[in-house]
């Protein structure tokens, strides 16, 4: 029997019985649709993250910070330790960060928001694209009362309502503990000389949209500290060689008491995790197609005992068990092939639905949060993300549905393709 | 004359439950080319047991079948499905398959066979119309009447040209004014068409078209006659 009359008579059987190949493959559809969905939100996120995170930390630039987390660590990085570290060979420059959480007063609103004490001229140096005024101008010379606000500390709804513009006043308060728990409340008052273009997302040792920076030596004197939260260091290249010789070169010059972060490294970290992160949600995605793949199976079975008869008529006129097989497979994979292809597509949609709706929805919530109360994390959850479908998820998808489908239907079709024609004539 | 097919010694037992059940207990027939064989006898008798290893559908327990020289119990299932190609079955409730049209039905046949879409359909048509159902093709078995949906199945059964037909009890499931009909088709393909028939019937018209007659009664052949 040619291929094409086989698909057209295992067509015509699945026609007749509308409802339950819908049904069939609706549970096909599902288990792509959710694979596709989690597979492709994640690819898009992972490019979002990852974009974001090349734009707001250059390849060539390192992080230094005090080994352990914040606070806990009884190692103190300073600002003249960034001698050091342009001590060594290969590196360009050392931008220390001295960077608090503060109340802010800007207008009428109090927020809490990070200050961070950098040199503007370095900064700019190593955050070429982020460092950039929307508004005003960022001078490498500034007066101490400088202030360079992020986009959402001059419009914190991102609807043009703007609290503080350039040439605005922010009061900055800040309260040290001394070493006798006695409070000193001690506030400034600068001159807001520009805004930042919107950076988004998060940035590591980068610029914030949620951010207040203000010229180092301002802020070793109005902190009145000059410990340091990190040290962005600049490279001559961003060869691989060149970042671990000199990660190596700084741990060793501390005496292994710092870390060195290198955005290679946090790069390969960000792509191993999401690719556990997706490999568990695939598996689980799987899991409902390997379910809907039981129905193809339950479905088959059922399919098989009420055709007994036919399959008997079928042999009875010299088709050979094989046929009957190729038969029954055909079946499946039209279930599997329609079910995938309408499942890729679902779960795209469902993806983009997901993407516009849900995460618009988080980066309202955190964001609009992180001004009032957390933007100690120097991020924020804005990131715009479109679903990405790469090819590979695409076949796979395909494949994988096509595969279970037939894998399904393999033990239904074989055990049609062995029934006796006298025995299947005499089913009633 | 050749000998279309042949059985010799053939025996055939079943396991009803744990009880062996002797359905053919020595059979001889020999059909040759353009006879027309009518098999009778009480139900129980080994008649569709009889058509049925004729037909290459079942293989006997002892003895040989014989299909244009060849014994059928040498074969594995994929020549046995091939041999079937060669033999035209026509079935008491028709075996049509319910979703195809009657054009479908009779195309089926020839497309298990391998041929490609123009020719099934010439072929189809012709033998349709043969059948005496030229205006009745693109309907459904549910839309045809029990006589012309035995007409369907003679046509399938002619589709591949086969080599004799084997027909178990065609005019069992039809009205008698029908089956006059259909006694008088079966006999016009045997004369005009020099088909090979081989059918079980219980239907005296029919035995009386019949160039031979034979009878059976428990597993045996107890009488054999020419008209």
Same mark, same amino acid.
């Given at each position: 029997?040619?291929?094409?009359?086989?698909?057209?008579?295992?067509?015509?059987?699945?026609?007749?019985?509308?409802?339950?190949? *819908?049904?069939?493959?609706?549970?096909?559809?599902?288990?792509?649709?959710?694979?596709?969905?989690?597979? +492709?939100?994640?690819?898009?996120?992972?490019?979002?993250?990852?974009?974001?995170?090349?734009?707001? !930390?250059?390849?060539?630039?390192?992080?230094?910070?005090?080994?352990? %987390?914040?606070?806990?660590?009884?190692?103190?990085?300073?600002?003249?330790?960034? #001698?050091?570290?342009?001590?060594?060979?290969?590196?360009?420059?050392?931008?220390?960060? %001295?960077?608090?959480?503060?109340?802010?007063?800007?207008?009428?609103?109090?927020?809490?928001?990070?200050?961070?004490?950098?040199?503007? +001229?370095?900064?700019?140096?190593?955050? /070429?694209?982020?460092?950039?005024?929307?508004?005003?101008?960022?001078?490498?010379?500034?007066?101490?009362?400088?202030?360079?606000?992020?986009?959402?500390?001059?419009?914190?709804?991102?609807? *043009?309502?703007?609290?503080?513009?350039?040439?605005? /006043? $922010?009061?900055?308060?800040?309260?040290?503990?001394?070493?006798?728990?006695?409070?000193?409340?001690?506030?400034?008052?600068?001159?807001?000389?520009?805004?930042?273009?919107?950076?988004?997302?998060?940035?590591?040792?980068?610029? +914030?949209?949620?951010?207040?920076?203000?010229?180092?030596?301002?802020?070793?004197?109005? !902190?009145?500290?000059?410990?340091?939260?990190?040290?962005?260091?600049?490279? #001559?290249?961003?060869?691989?060689?060149?970042?671990?010789?000199?990660?190596?070169?700084?741990? +060793?010059?501390?005496? *292994?008491?710092?870390?060195?972060?290198?955005?290679?490294?946090?790069?390969?970290?960000?792509?191993?995790?999401?690719?556990?992160?997706?490999?568990?949600?695939?598996?689980?995605?799987?899991?409902?197609? @390997?379910?809907?793949?039981?129905?193809?199976?339950?479905?088959?079975?059922?399919?098989?005992?009420?055709?007994?008869?036919?399959?008997?008529?079928? #042999?009875?006129?010299?088709?050979?068990?094989?046929?009957?097989?190729?038969?029954? %497979?055909?079946?499946?994979?039209?279930?599997?092939?329609?079910?995938?292809?309408?499942?890729?597509?679902?779960?795209?949609? @469902?993806?983009?639905?997901?993407?516009?709706?849900?995460?618009?929805?988080?980066?309202?919530?955190?964001?609009?949060?992180?001004?009032?109360? *957390?933007?100690?994390?120097?991020?924020?959850?804005?990131?715009?993300?479109?679903?990405?479908?790469?090819?590979?998820?695409? $076949?796979?998808?395909?494949?994988?549905?096509?595969?279970?489908?037939?894998? !399904?239907?393999?033990?239904?079709?074989?055990?049609?393709?062995? %029934? #006796?024609?006298?025995?299947?004539?005499?089913?009633? | 004359?050749?000998?279309?097919?042949?059985?010799?010694?053939?025996?055939?037992?079943?396991?009803?439950?744990?009880?062996?059940?002797?359905?053919?207990?020595?059979?001889?027939?020999?059909?040759?080319?353009?006879?027309?064989?009518?098999?009778?006898?009480?139900?129980?008798?080994?008649?569709?047991?009889?058509?049925?290893?004729?037909?290459?559908?079942?293989?006997?327990?002892?003895?040989?079948?014989?299909?244009?020289?060849?014994?059928?119990?040498?074969?594995?299932?994929?020549?046995?499905?091939?041999?079937?190609?060669?033999?035209?079955?026509? =079935?008491? =409730?028709?075996?049509?398959?319910?979703?195809?049209?009657?054009?479908?039905?009779? &195309?089926?046949?020839?497309?298990?066979?391998?041929?490609?879409?123009?020719?099934?359909?010439?072929?189809? &048509?012709?033998?349709?119309?043969?059948?005496?159902?030229?205006?009745?093709?693109?309907?459904?078995?549910?839309?045809?009447?029990?006589?012309?949906?035995?007409?369907?199945?003679?046509?399938?059964?002619?589709?591949?040209?086969?080599?004799?037909?084997?027909?178990?009890?065609?005019?069992?499931?039809?009205?008698?004014?029908?089956?006059?009909?259909?006694?008088?088709?079966?006999?016009?393909?045997?004369?005009?068409?020099?088909?090979?028939?081989?059918?079980?019937?219980?239907?005296?018209?029919?035995?009386?078209?019949?160039?031979?007659?034979?009878?059976?009664?428990?597993?045996?052949?107890?009488?054999?006659?020419?008209?």
């Amino acid at each position: 029997m040619r291929t094409s009359d086989i698909f057209s008579y295992a067509f015509s059987a699945i026609r007749l019985r509308k409802l339950r190949a *819908g049904l069939t493959t609706l549970g096909v559809v599902i288990g792509i649709a959710a694979i596709v969905a989690l597979l +492709s939100l994640g690819q898009g996120f992972q490019d979002a993250i990852t974009a974001q995170f090349q734009k707001g !930390f250059a390849t060539n630039t390192l992080i230094v910070s005090p080994r352990g %987390l914040q606070g806990e660590s009884s190692y103190q990085l300073f600002v003249n330790d960034t #001698k050091t570290i342009e001590g060594i060979q290969s590196v360009t420059s050392a931008v220390p960060i %001295l960077q608090k959480t503060v109340y802010a007063k800007v207008g009428e609103r109090t927020f809490l928001v990070n200050v961070a004490g950098v040199n503007f +001229s370095q900064y700019i140096n190593v955050f /070429s694209s982020t460092f950039v005024a929307q508004d005003g101008s960022i001078l490498s010379n500034p007066e101490n009362e400088s202030l360079v606000i992020g986009a959402r500390i001059h419009d914190p709804w991102q609807n *043009g309502t703007t609290v503080a513009n350039v040439g605005d /006043s $922010v009061v900055i308060n800040w309260t040290i503990v001394g070493a006798d728990f006695k409070r000193e409340n001690k506030t400034y008052t600068g001159q807001v000389v520009a805004v930042l273009g919107e950076v988004g997302g998060f940035s590591l040792g980068g610029p +914030s949209d949620l951010g207040i920076y203000i010229p180092i030596q301002w802020a070793e004197h109005f !902190f009145s500290s000059s410990e340091v939260n990190s040290i962005i260091v600049q490279l #001559k290249d961003s060869e691989d060689s060149t970042i671990e010789a000199t990660s190596d070169a700084i741990r +060793s010059a501390f005496g *292994g008491q710092v870390s060195v972060t290198s955005s290679t490294a946090v790069l390969s970290t960000i792509e191993t995790i999401f690719s556990v992160i997706e490999l568990f949600l695939a598996g689980i995605a799987g899991i409902s197609l @390997l379910v809907a793949g039981i129905g193809i199976m339950n479905i088959m079975i059922v399919s098989l005992m009420e055709r007994t008869r036919e399959i008997g008529i079928l #042999k009875a006129l010299g088709m050979k068990g094989r046929t009957v097989l190729l038969i029954f %497979l055909g079946e499946a994979i039209i279930i599997g092939l329609l079910g995938a292809a309408i499942g890729i597509g679902l779960g795209l949609g @469902l993806a983009e639905v997901v993407a516009r709706v849900g995460f618009a929805a988080m980066g309202q919530s955190t964001g609009g949060a992180g001004i009032r109360r *957390g933007a100690a994390v120097n991020q924020s959850m804005s990131l715009t993300i479109s679903p990405v479908l790469t090819p590979s998820v695409f $076949v796979g998808a395909f494949t994988f549905g096509l595969l279970v489908s037939v894998v !399904f239907a393999l033990y239904p079709a074989w055990r049609a393709s062995k %029934l #006796k024609p006298v025995d299947a004539l005499r089913y009633e | 004359m050749t000998t279309v097919v042949e059985a010799i010694g053939l025996k055939k037992t079943y396991m009803l439950g744990k009880v062996p059940v002797e359905a053919l207990r020595g059979i001889n027939l020999k059909v040759e080319k353009g006879d027309f064989v009518a098999i009778l006898g009480p139900s129980g008798s080994g008649k569709s047991t009889l058509l049925n290893m004729f037909g290459a559908l079942d293989k006997p327990t002892v003895g040989k079948i014989l299909i244009e020289g060849i014994d059928v119990s040498t074969l594995n299932d994929n020549q046995l499905a091939d041999l079937r190609r060669n033999v035209g079955f026509v =079935f008491q =409730f028709f075996n049509l398959i319910p979703r195809l049209s009657a054009r479908e039905n009779v &195309e089926l046949a020839m497309s298990i066979a391998g041929a490609g879409k123009n020719d099934r359909r010439k072929q189809a &048509e012709q033998l349709l119309e043969t059948v005496g159902l030229k205006d009745r093709m693109g309907h459904k078995p549910s839309e045809l009447s029990g006589g012309e949906q035995q007409r369907v199945a003679i046509a399938r059964a002619l589709a591949n040209d086969p080599k004799f037909l084997i027909m178990d009890e065609p005019t069992g499931n039809i009205d008698s004014k029908t089956a006059a009909d259909i006694v008088e088709l079966i006999k016009r393909l045997n004369e005009e068409h020099e088909a090979t028939i081989i059918l079980v019937t219980h239907d005296a018209r029919m035995a009386a078209k019949a160039k031979r007659t034979v009878q059976m009664l428990d597993g045996a052949i107890v009488r054999e006659l020419r008209n």
